[in-house]
Antibody, heavy 118, light 107 residues
Framework: EIQLQESGPGLVKPSQSLSLTCSVT?????????WSWIRKFPGNKMEWMGY???????NYNPSLKIRISITRDTSKNQFFLQLNSVTTEDTATYYC???????????WGQGVMVTVSS | ETTVTQSPASLSMAVGEKVSISCKTS??????MNWYQQKSGEAPKLLIS???TLRPGVPSRFSSSGYGTDFVFTINNVLLGDEGIYYC?????????FGAGTKLELK
């Protein structure tokens, strides 16, 4: 069974960096598919942030392009999100998800709530 | 960027009724529309993927239609367990974008 699990701090100070890990079990991230980060804001708006492909290339939402980085550790079957210079507007629940090539998100993690506050 | 306009924002239905949710896109996306259900405290669940394809294990009460810029998601004979927020998402182009969500409440 494919499972994804997010981990990382639940509280980040403004202007600092947000760093999250997605651990994948049941499927090797280099075997196929793209591996995305998505966030859900208070008020229910959902935003796709970007993905890292099975080959290691990345594609980011232009709204975040100067602040975001998605990387991976293939030995641990994990991929990572780094979002720089956060503000209170980045307070959200962050999800990692598997995505068919430019397609639907078929497996999701449970999500991790991150609050940006001093 | 393709904007996805979803309506209504909320619905209050009785058990057994038919639910219809609309999503309209600002560009032609063929049939590259996906539909999700999110129950309280859970991750979103993919119900229908591109080409109006029902995912394995999803009841046939759920369906969708549409092509181009106009899409409709339908739940026939809605049940108490269908409460939650429903989202559409286009997968035709990057950035991938979602509708604002429809909150479904059962009376």
């Amino acid at each position: 069974e494919i499972q994804l699990q997010e981990s990382g701090p639940g509280l980040v100070k403004p202007s600092q960096s947000l760093s999250l890990t997605c651990s994948v079990t049941g499927y090797t991230i280099t075997s196929g598919y793209d591996w995305s980060w998505i966030r859900k804001f208070p008020g229910n708006k959902m935003e796709w942030m970007g993905y890292i492909s099975n080959s290691g290339s990345t594609n980011y939402n232009p709204s975040l392009k100067i602040r975001i980085s998605i990387t991976r550790d293939t030995s641990k079957n994990q991929f990572f999100l780094q979002l720089n210079s956060v503000t209170t507007e980045d307070t959200a629940t962050y999800y990692c998800a598997r995505c068919a090539a430019l397609g639907a998100f078929d497996y999701w993690g449970q999500g991790v709530m991150v609050t940006v506050s001093s | 960027e393709t904007t996805v306009t979803q309506s209504p924002a909320s619905l209050s239905m009785a058990v057994g009724e038919k639910v219809s949710i609309s999503c309209k896109t600002s560009t032609d996306i063929d049939d590259d529309m996906n539909w999700y259900q999110q129950k309280s405290g859970e991750a979103p669940k993919l119900l229908i993927s591109e080409g109006n394809t029902l995912r394995p294990g999803v009841p046939s009460r759920f369906s969708s239609s549409g092509y181009g810029t106009d899409f409709v998601f339908t739940i026939n004979n809605v049940l108490l367990g269908d409460e939650g927020i429903y989202y559409c998402q286009q997968s035709d182009n990057v950035p991938l974008t979602f509708g604002a969500g429809t909150k479904l409440e059962l009376k």
